[in-house]
């Protein structure tokens, strides 16, 4: 197995850059105990937004950087997602829960300079963190043990330091993903549209709260943006310039329609942007890696661009901590590219796909639109979103016919647990990192020695039981969680640098029984036929097993992946 090793290097990781993918990804990094430096070219932070939005899945790994009571401090559950045409008929609709699937709001409408602020507030607070604002990167060298990244700051001098991984989240135009090569693939799918950031002088209810107006005499797009905040944006036309629209007068006709205007509104921001779908083909070279925009970047209609750059750090943090601490192949890390191009390939496509409904000046075409979604949509109804996106290759459990079978790659649902005295979501009450969920004995099924590799990982361990304290979950509710999102009191469960028990010892230890509150957990087992789940730290199931036997196996082969080793096939019987 190729091991990381304690190289001689002045930190371990460099993140080259400070948004929010940048912050998170530090902070991850950090909780883990490892030495973390941030280069960020701006000498002060960004303080107007940019994304105005994030999903369910999304804040639930916000709160993984323990900022989770804090989220409602600048955000907003929206209410809805309304598609409408020029005359005001619903096209489609898309109702979203106060509490979903993840046990956090299905959207949550933001502040972000908000959001930056109180990630910065929560990574100064972290040991092993330095911060230098106002250094642009203009070097990398990998030596292959360690990186070299040289630096100018505000002053023109020139700085160098060394690590053992090197991160660029610096953006569309990002500087790392330049000096790295890599190809990028281009839909080619681009339109301009007027930006125009609004703060109401007075608390007003939009609802829904988030439209898109398709009407082809000007496609509209209306957000809310945090507590006090709203986005209105426009498309350019035929014939319009860039420097006509960004102007303030353009922007307040525009508004007026809406009632929005110098009386009862500021206007913090005009700007006309570009947006664009592409995806770079190679997220990691050798010891440097790409995420967030550097590495993708889509049309804004689906409100996925800071979700996937969330989503790229949660995937990639615990697999660079498995391979500095030389708990996993260095290789482990290829996975992260395998797992997360497909996803944002897919979720590219489908904000292009929606792009396409929206970016329609010709009446005609808005016409034949019109009809044939009206066509398919039944007057009044309304739909959910979609589940958070799985995975379908990586880093997962291959059950018996050689590919992924679901649930593997799902992201699991989370509900409330009542869990050593502490009754809350599980995030919260039982705590972070790999979690495997059984309804077998853990010791009997797996055995001391797969215990106590599980307990390296800084894994829980936890047995299902119902409200009632029985394991089958007879009479336990199929909800989706009940709780609030903000959560109290439990540790993040990283646990990377505890001293390892002895998995009996561990295990008998955490008086692990686990009573699944909402029947979330039990009744997930039930549609997988399992008894036993096993949970990476970005919340995506690993695999799940039915029976003791099967069980074990599953635990081997997740050791099996990360080591590098070659599995054996196996039969039905999980031997």
Known sequence: MLRDTDTDTDTDVVVVGYGPVGGVLSILLAQRGWRVTVLEQRARPYLLPRATSFDGE?????????????????????????????????LLDI??????????????????????????????????????????????ADHGERVEVTTTGLDGATHALTARWVVGCDGARSFVREALGVPVTDLGFSYDWLLCDVELAEPRTFTPSNVQICDPARPTTLVASGPGHRRWEFMRLPGETNAELERPETAWRLLAPFDVTPANATLLRTATYTFQARWADRWRVGRVLLAGDAAHLMPPFAGQGMCS?????????????????????????????????????????????????????????????????????????SARPEPAPPLSGGLLYQRFTGVTEPPAGDVVPQGRVRYRGRTGLFDEAVGRGFALLTTEDPLVALGEERLTFLMGLGAHVVRLVSPSGTETGAGAGAGSGAGAGAGSGASDGAGSGAETETGADAYADAEADAADLDGVYLSYLRRCDGTTLLVRPDYHVFGAAKGAAEAATLVDDLRAQLTGAVRAPRSRLGI
């Open 309 to 381: 750059g969330i989503r790229d750090v949660a995937n990639l943090a615990w697999k660079l901590d498995l391979a500095a601490r030389g708990l996993a192949d260095a290789s482990v890390l290829d996975s992260y590219t395998v797992e997360r191009r497909k996803q944002v390939e897919e979720s590219i496509r489908s904000s292009v796909k929606l792009g396409k409904v929206i970016c329609v000046s010709d009446p005609g075409a808005a016409a034949d639109r019109d009809a044939a979604m009206l066509a398919r949509v039944p007057s009044g109804s």
């Open 58 to 90: 999304t804040a639930r790994l916000i709160a993984g950087t323990g900022i989770g009571p804090q989220i409602g401090e600048f955000t907003e559950p929206a209410d809805g997602y309304r598609w409408q045409n020029a005359a005001g008929q619903a």
């Open 95 to 140: 109702d979203f829960a106060a509490v979903g699937p993840y046990g956090w709001p299905d959207a949550n409408t933001m502040h972000q300079p908000t959001l930056e602020a109180r990630l910065a507030a929560r990574l100064s607070a972290l040991p092993g963190v330095d911060i230098r604002r106002g250094e642009r990167v203009v070097g990398l």
